[in-house]
């Protein structure tokens, strides 16, 4: 089996070596002489030293020009040659303990994909609060956080990938897609629990909780006027890490 590691990167020059060093250990950790891997970067048309920092690091880059996230996952999973994809954030760290559970459930002859809860590097009180809601939803509805999605390859191809008419949203809405797919085919989706990857709480940092909860507010209340309008989402786009 080969598992391609794909990992979309916009002016991520302050991470993106952090990410793969963990990678990489987590590789490390579980080699095995049927497992093969490879890590690909998705610059997103970055401004920064993003892409040249991927390289010296070992990983295969490519170029995505149009900003978007969706576009990033898909020009990744273009060039990957893995049998199953993982899709990582930038800003995620990905524990050997993550990588194991996650290998050990796609051995498995009924997995078709899935994500993980999670966890947050310097979480605050709300970021408490918010996990101790939000995992348990996660869990419940299947849902794939963009940070850590798995998929088998010829399931993504068969979805076409992320939607391209979505600049935020596209990992719930692949999970949900991939959801209905699984069950037709009677394959499972799983949300691993046991050892969650941690990402960071750098938008709060940048942007404060008030300014995120009006935008997730907008979500819930518009998801299609809030997911495909790049305007209201300038958290994701505006450059600032």
Known sequence: MKLSIIIPAFNEAKRIESCLTHLSAALRANAAPNLESEIIVA???????TAQLARNAGAQVVFEPINQIARARNAGAAAATGD???????DTHVSPETLGEMLAFIGTATCVGGGSTLRYDKPDLIAHCFLFVS?????????????????????FRALSGFDHAMFAGEDAD??????????????????????PPVTSLRKVELYGWKELLVLIARWILFPRRTTRDKTRLHVFYDGRR
Not at 135 to 155: E, H, Q, S, W
Not at 176 to 192: C, Q, T
């Open 43 to 49: 610059d997103n048309n970055s401004t920064d030293a």
């Open 174 to 195: 692949f999970g949900w897609r991939l959801g209905r797919w699984s069950r037709a085919h009677g394959l499972r989706v799983k949300i691993l629990c046991a050892h």
């Open 84 to 90: 199953w994809f993982l899709f990582v954030d930038a």
């Open 135 to 155: 995992n348990p939803i996660v869990r419940a509805l299947k849902l794939l956080p963009g940070c850590f999605i798995f998929c088998r390859t010829d399931t």
